[in-house]
């Protein structure tokens, strides 16, 4: 499958489930830029807003775990509390091919929003304090989402996990 195909499924997954739960939203469409500065200038938001989603891999201790973690765009990840959370030695970015079978979207496009039964769900909570809605690529790299923080909140349920870099 293409990429464009495989995005356009998790693209239409995720409107047809935010429609379904009656979510606050829109649909901003622009250009296919992967820097999260330019694109939340491009969507009329603040970089604080913006949802970075994050493919990673715990491991260590007995312990092998796929997680999609989302954060503030303006912030870095601090990779070793997500280990230690989980009760991992240590946490890495997952490889490309590891991204596409959990995601099924390109790097940069990927939602913070988890289709797939391996991937765990956590959110560093710093996202939602300071802002009313959340922005993020929506599957494609040309199509995002602006959302109640509220309504993200409510039917992504991720788990919320502190895991920024202090």
């Given at each position: 499958?293409?990429?464009?195909?495989?995005?356009?499924?998790?693209?239409?997954?995720l409107?047809?489930?935010?429609?379904?739960?009656?979510?606050?939203?829109?649909?901003?469409?622009?250009?296919?830029?992967?820097?999260?500065?330019?694109?939340s200038?491009?969507?009329?938001?603040?970089?604080?807003?913006?949802?970075k989603?994050?493919?990673?891999?715990?491991?260590?201790?007995?312990?092998?775990?796929?997680?999609?973690?989302?954060?503030?765009?303006?912030?870095?990840?601090?990779?070793?509390?997500?280990?230690?959370?989980?009760?991992?030695?240590?946490?890495?970015?997952?490889?490309?091919?590891?991204?596409?079978?959990?995601?099924?979207?390109?790097?940069?496009?990927?939602?913070?929003?988890?289709?797939?039964?391996?991937?765990?769900?956590?959110?560093?909570?710093?996202?939602?304090?300071?802002?009313?809605?959340?922005?993020?690529?929506?599957?494609?790299?040309?199509?995002?989402?602006?959302?109640?923080?509220?309504?993200?909140?409510?039917?992504?349920?991720?788990?919320?996990?502190?895991?920024?870099?202090?």
């Amino acid at each position: 499958m293409s990429e464009e195909v495989r995005g356009t499924a998790t693209h239409q997954r995720l409107i047809a489930l935010l429609s379904q739960q009656g979510a606050q939203y829109r649909v901003v469409e622009h250009e296919a830029i992967g820097k999260c500065e330019a694109v939340s200038e491009i969507r009329g938001t603040a970089l604080g807003q913006g949802a970075k989603a994050l493919v990673c891999k715990v491991k260590g201790n007995g312990v092998k775990k796929h997680v999609l973690a989302i954060l503030a765009a303006d912030q870095q990840a601090d990779l070793s509390q997500l280990a230690s959370h989980f009760g991992g030695i240590k946490a890495s970015l997952a490889s490309p091919a590891e991204v596409d079978d959990l995601t099924a979207c390109v790097f940069g496009a990927i939602p913070p929003f988890s289709f797939h039964p391996d991937l765990a769900l956590v959110a560093d909570p710093l996202l939602f304090e300071r802002y009313d809605e959340i922005a993020f690529n929506a599957g494609l790299l040309e199509k995002s989402v602006i959302m109640s923080s509220a309504d993200y909140l409510r039917i992504a349920q991720p788990e919320l996990v502190a895991f920024r870099r202090s």
